[in-house]
């Protein structure tokens, strides 16, 4: 079927980089909107960026000014590239993705979720 797997979390100080990977894999045919979510421990999930299928974006008002997404249609990848970042960033980043399949449907699809945590 169909799979996004993200890449890229890991620990890093405050104010510092971090870029997420999310690649899609399987019987695609189309891919429409992907988004990056995100949930700390203890609150709801939250969505942090979108971007369309002729690459328009948006953000939530808290990463306006320190986070990019885009995405690369040719090789079904998006990425969240993340500067300036703070403790409040950490939570685990998911992506997901609205895809057509081969066999013609059209469905939401998650990765698992990778963690990104902001520490000293």
């Known amino acids: 079927q169909v799979q996004l797997v993200e890449s890229g979390g890991g620990l890093v100080q405050p104010g510092g980089s971090l870029r997420l990977s999310c690649a899609a894999s399987g019987s695609i045919f189309r891919i429409y909107g992907m988004n990056w979510y995100r949930q700390a421990p203890g609150k709801q999930r939250e969505l942090v960026a979108s971007?369309?299928?002729?690459?328009?974006?948006n953000y939530a008002d808290s990463v306006k000014g320190r986070f990019t997404i885009s995405r690369d249609n040719a090789k079904n990848m998006m990425y969240l590239q993340m500067n300036g970042l703070k403790p409040e960033d950490t939570a685990v980043y998911c992506c997901?993705?609205?895809?057509?399949?081969?066999?013609?449907?059209?469905?939401?699809?998650w990765g698992q979720g990778t963690q990104v945590t902001v520490s000293s």
């Open positions: 971007v369309t299928s002729g690459g328009s974006t």
């Open positions: 997901h993705g609205t895809i057509q399949t081969t066999q013609g449907v059209i469905q939401d699809y």
